[in-house]
């Protein structure tokens, strides 16, 4: 299973909401990053966990709260949120490819929009 | 500050031509490159990859090419398909100790039938 999983695929929330995104993979990845991906942009990195404790926040807005609960699973806790927060939100893990390359596997997305 | 770049927004192709797409970088120090594809409503997937101890590298129907003197790297895909439409990014995959990457501008490639 090379497969990273996100949920929900679309959500729609007003400013006030309280939603969380959900991320999944089972290929024993020990590194695992949110990303926010603006339309005709390039991904931009939010968090990195690693062996589930948070290794880096990029100056991330505090409506945003990261959670691993185990390896296998990330959460985005989104509060407050605000229009321009509206963009894909991806996740992904880092491990290795089976000819041996460090790669980052990425998730489908969460396509989000702020009313 | 340090980067990765992109020189062209657009590249339009006919179907069965090659395509190159071309990416620049300005940390002399960068010694490990990815390439992804991403393409519409997905995120982006692992194309090939090159370390700066090498100058070429092939995979099926792409070539990755890195001139580290003038800090340049390009995908070749060729006899492009329609299915090779989609977004690029170089980027620079995260390093052990600090868990970050950085993604180029990306080259969105349209595929003409």
């Known amino acids: 299973d090379t497969e990273v999983t996100q949920t929900p695929k679309h959500l729609v929330m007003g400013m006030t909401n309280k939603k969380s995104l959900k991320c999944e993979q089972h290929?024993?990845?020990?590194?695992m990053y949110w990303y926010k991906q603006k339309a005709k942009k390039p991904p931009e990195l939010m968090f990195v966990y690693s062996y589930e404790k948070l290794s880096i926040n990029e100056s991330v807005p505090s409506r945003f709260s990261p959670e691993c609960p185990n390896s296998s699973l990330l959460n985005l806790h989104l509060h407050a949120l605000q229009p321009e927060d509206s963009a894909l939100y991806l996740c992904?893990?880092?491990?290795?490819?089976?000819?041996?390359?460090?790669?980052?596997?990425f998730g489908p997305g969460t396509r989000l929009t702020v009313l | 500050g340090e980067s990765v770049g992109l020189h062209l927004p657009t590249l339009s192709v006919q179907e069965g031509d090659n395509s190159i797409i071309n990416c620049a970088y300005s940390n002399s120090a960068s010694d490990y490159f990815i390439w992804y594809k991403q393409e519409s409503g997905k995120g982006p997937q692992f194309i090939i990859d090159?370390?700066?101890?090498?100058d070429k590298r092939q995979g099926q129907r792409v070539t990755v090419l890195l001139n580290k003197t003038v800090k340049h790297l390009s995908l070749q895909i060729a006899a492009t398909q329609p299915g090779d439409s989609a977004v690029y990014f170089c980027?620079?995959?995260?390093?052990?100790?600090?868990?970050?990457?950085?993604f180029g501008d990306g080259t969105t490639l349209t595929v003409k039938p």
């Open positions: 090159i370390r700066s101890n090498m």
């Open positions: 290929m024993g990845h020990r590194a």
């Open positions: 980027a620079e995959p995260p390093n052990t100790n600090a868990g970050k990457s950085t």
């Open positions: 992904a893990s880092r491990g290795h490819t089976a000819g041996g390359t460090d790669t980052q596997y």
